[in-house]
Nanobody
Framework: QVQLVESGGGLVQAGGSLKLSCAAS????????IGWFRQAPGKEREFVSR????????VYADSALGRFTISRDNALNTVYLQMNSLKPEDTAVYYC????????????WGQGTQVTVSS
């Protein structure tokens, strides 16, 4: 089964940008949809974005639409989340996870990467 590791988080000022990476090992990476989620302190985990196996289809939460871009490089077994125009409310731990059928059941959650946006 695929294992996922997130990286790229950090501290950024409001209006700034960060690019998160989700690196996969084990399994055949191109078999999986990959989703990004986030969890802010005291809040439930929420969906951010998802990309199809080939990368030709993407889905975004309303909060991410127009500011975040998800992409993947199957040759490098990596999915990216480019985050622009960051807001303090984007502060959260960001996780990636795998999905086989494009539905709502995700597995192989990574350990997360912290994103902090200062005002």
């Amino acid at each position: 089964q695929v294992q996922l590791v997130e990286s790229g988080g950090g501290l950024v000022q409001a209006g700034g940008s960060l690019k998160l990476s989700c690196a996969a090992s084990g399994g055949t990476f191109s078999r999986y949809y990959i989703g990004w989620f986030r969890q802010a302190p005291g809040k439930e985990r929420e969906f951010v974005s998802r990309i199809s196996k080939s990368g030709d289809s993407t889905v975004y939460a309303d909060s991410a639409l127009g500011r975040f871009t998800i992409s993947r490089d199957n040759a490098l077994n990596t999915v990216y989340l480019q985050m622009n125009s960051l807001k303090p409310e984007d502060t959260a731990v960001y996780y990636c996870a795998a999905n086989l059928l494009g539905g709502t059941t995700y597995f192989s959650w990574g350990q997360g990467t912290q994103v902090t946006v200062s005002s």
